[in-house]
């Protein structure tokens, strides 16, 4: 059983181009959750999807950023035209249920040039 | 969700116990305690978490007051690998799971 698997690993953008981070959670998990972590700082979570659904976006940009979590294939993460302070690492993490431990990914990080 | 205290950071030797405590004194009756770690700069890691009792499993203890307004995360046998940025998170759901600063652990040889 695979774990909650992202990609890509790496992602250099320029400024203003747009970044999309997929995230496919585990087998038999319906709830994923994005994380972003800048550089020497603590994680800030950004929303909570479950299939087709957002939850909670509290934590998102209120521009620029959207998310998404389709009936089929991985949770997306879009950042429309890019700037230097989007650079960091956006971990993705998914449950089976909102008691269970979260299982995270290697994350992306993200790089805008 | 309450907020939770922890020592900013810690060392242990290798082959010896490490004992995180994390202070939660606004806890609420219905809130779990989580512990998470961040190994470098890898995703984090789900450990344990706990309401009332006690729990094991085979990465480490969770030991929570009676009160509930603390608790202690122990690893038993720290190694190397141990070393990390360990968070202690309180939350009713876990829609949102809020992550502090944590305790930087230092396993040295």
Known sequence: NAGVMQNPRHLVRRRGQEAR???SPMKGHSHVYWYRQLPEEGLKFMVYLQKENIIDE????????SAEFPKEG???LRIQQVVRGDSAAYFCASSR?????YTFGSGTRLTVV | DAKTT??????????RAANLPCNHST???????????QIHSQGPQYIIHGLKNNETNEMASLIITEDRKSSTLILPHAT???????????????????FGTGTRLQVFP
Do not use: H
Request: glycine share 6%; aromatic share 14%.
């Open chain 1, 58 to 65: 509290s934590g998102m940009p209120k521009e620029r950023f």
């Open chain 1, 74 to 76: 991985p949770s997306i």
């Open chain 2, 27 to 37: 806890i609420s009756g219905n809130e779990y305690v989580y512990w998470y770690r």
């Open chain 1, 21 to 23: 981070l997929r995230c």
């Open chain 2, 6 to 15: 922890q020592p900013t950071s810690m060392d242990c030797a290798e082959g």
């Open chain 1, 97 to 101: 249920d909102t008691r269970d431990g």
């Open chain 2, 80 to 98: 190397l690998r141990d070393t990390a940025v360990y968070y202690c998170i309180v939350s009713y759901d876990t829609d949102k799971l809020i």
